[in-house]
């Protein structure tokens, strides 16, 4: 039996945090589908092309991720990829308690959608996306947060940003 | 002795796990008012108006129970219609801290007004307005979440905002 | 409509928190029963007969409290005494948790008793029985915390253990 | 592939949260095996023959489902196993952080093992073992939250008591 | 060996919560510097002069205390001042939650400089900046909260937007 | 002006984690006590005069330290120490509500001595004296989490408990 998992999150940018967790699915689940949420509402830094992009370049080498965009509910894009479970990253407790809610919220809509939750390494238990883009913006050092593409995209963005100014 | 509490809130809109506090506090207290802030600060989805309109249509049938709209500090209100208490439901972690924080500082404001905390069905415990209109703004079904005149004032926002779009 | 409320606890020895929440209760309910749990595995300091008295001699001159003592289940003797509420007092997270278990599991087997939180004064957030205990057996001084009776019975109780020992 | 996980627990007695938990796991897992920890420091109510007897009739018919007894360290038991992950059911708070803790020193002694949470339906979520046993005991209801095998075990075990007192 | 210590925020406005963290840690930092972050991004109600002046005024007679306003990482402003520690006060979970956020991330970036935990007065625990301003708006009293620089700063700003409303 | 802290605990057995906190300490206090309760009630696996050997020779070349046993109240052993501060490692949030009530009561008792929270690294953020002999008992390595003194001494007392049994 072929089995499908869907990590879903905004990766304003990945974290080497939200890649812990990819290498912890694969090991559980055949393919691993990373759906990005193109959220209008929530004025990412980057574009969901940018987004995009700076997973494949992330998770290339480990073949049975795939990287993806969606709208809408998450529920529904699960049952339209016929996935068995959403995976969740378990943080902190602020986190547990969003995650909680979301579980609850998804299950009453989607029946057959298993929300599944791994742990990161310790040293990741803190990172996200926000605090990364606070350090770059003022110029700090995130090589030890984020992949070398996200360092990469950060400066860029970050220099960008000076120039206009 | 005759005892009013009031129950304070954006309700943008009113959910299922409002409805059910109320019908919790009114088995304790012999008026329970369903206290709208007019918050003009956090931009609702819904007026005023229509937030009032749709808890009266949703208490219908609850005799004690009597829906106002109120501008400026809770604990004046509170004071101004002779309130024994406040009622607060208690969901989830985050919200016990918010809570707290608020109980202590209405104590120091007002100190004839006892916060009150009861807590809804398990199956309203993650249940919030804004996952509400998350779901709904995503063309979700909220039908096991919220009252029907609720269900139908989204559906007729969403519409509304789809044919603007 | 008389309303009564149990506040149920061990009660080994009664604190200033107590107290203040049981304070809190009269003004929201006509009559409060602290009802003492005569537990037989817990092995309390005082026998449950000390227990009584302490809190009787605490809340002598709130006229709308009588003290009890209670086997068995919490929400049996609940609705054996007519109450409509079960006061429990809403002092940190750990008990929070543990409140929302014996809430819900109380829910469903007594339908017609709600669980009221009320919460202590700041400066009882974080006492507890047995938080006294420990400081009064090295012979800190607990009247801070403390009844003046529960004072005298704790110093009668180790100055007791000193002599046997 | 063929993936085998562990579910480990004292299971004193199980509950239908654990069984809720179980039913979730065979979605993902080929094989789950209930692990019973025979710890004899912790002084169970059941003996662990009953306690596997016990999920044995739970689980009838649940074909992917195997229960076990085991000693020792349970990530050497996942080991010798070949179990790819440790299922745990994520109740509340204070699991949380038990639950981390275990988590990590399992990976610090286990590498190939993955702790997997899983999160029971609400109505389950502050449900534990030594509440339900501390409700029969007392002769309390408890039909809905355990199955009928451990209901009878309940029954059998505290009329037992009762003779003998 | 002299010890510099560097309490940052966004002070907007500082209450007697800040204060009280301020005369705890000159017990045992032999200067400390209270840093004020110009964060463009977060639209503070008082500007970086107003916020720096109302801490001078409040802190008047402590003489260990310095105010400063400062940009960018906060490590680096640490680094760049020498100091030994980073004083951080613990009011309440979420709080805690991000606290160890900074504090790992601060850890990760700036080795030297240790984060430092001081916990307020219980009656400070759950106050914070954007409360007092939300009681100021709506004309409640703040005087137990604050220092009297800040209540007349703020009851200037709501009457300069009365005035101009 | 020289600064005495105190580092109170069980320590039973001393933990890398332990460890990690003692070495943050001393770059703020100019003296750091290891204070270890000889606490008759808690029945510790190691005795008092093994438990301070353990520490003595994990923290040899720390000239700041001092490792003392002590009795009663740790408040007043600060005092008779002449001790500014008390060090509190800050683990996980159950620690937190615990560290949080000590340091409230010890503050109304001891009025001089401020409660310090350090933080340990990530990698000690769930690790505890009582796991690591959990694992031991059952014959797991726990080189990675404990000093090699810890771990001999360890090793010894489970061997002797085999040779018993």
Known sequence: MHRTAIYPGTFDPITNG????IKRAVKIFDTVIV????NVGKAPLFTIEQRVEMIKESVKGISQVEVDAFN???IEYCQQKGATALIRGLRAISDFEYEFQM???NRKIGKDVESVFLMPKEKY???SSS???EIAAFGGDVSCFVPDVV???LNDKYAETKEHA
């Not at 939200?18 to 967790?21: K, N, P, S, V």
């Not at 759906?35 to 193109?38: G, I, L, Q, Y």
């Open 18 to 21: 939200h890649l812990d967790i």
């Open 35 to 38: 759906a990005v949420a193109n």
């Open 72 to 74: 809408g509910l998450i």
């Open 103 to 105: 579980a609850l919220i």
């Open 125 to 127: 238990t803190y990172l």
């Open 131 to 133: 605090i990364i883009k």
């Open 151 to 153: 360092k990469r995209h």
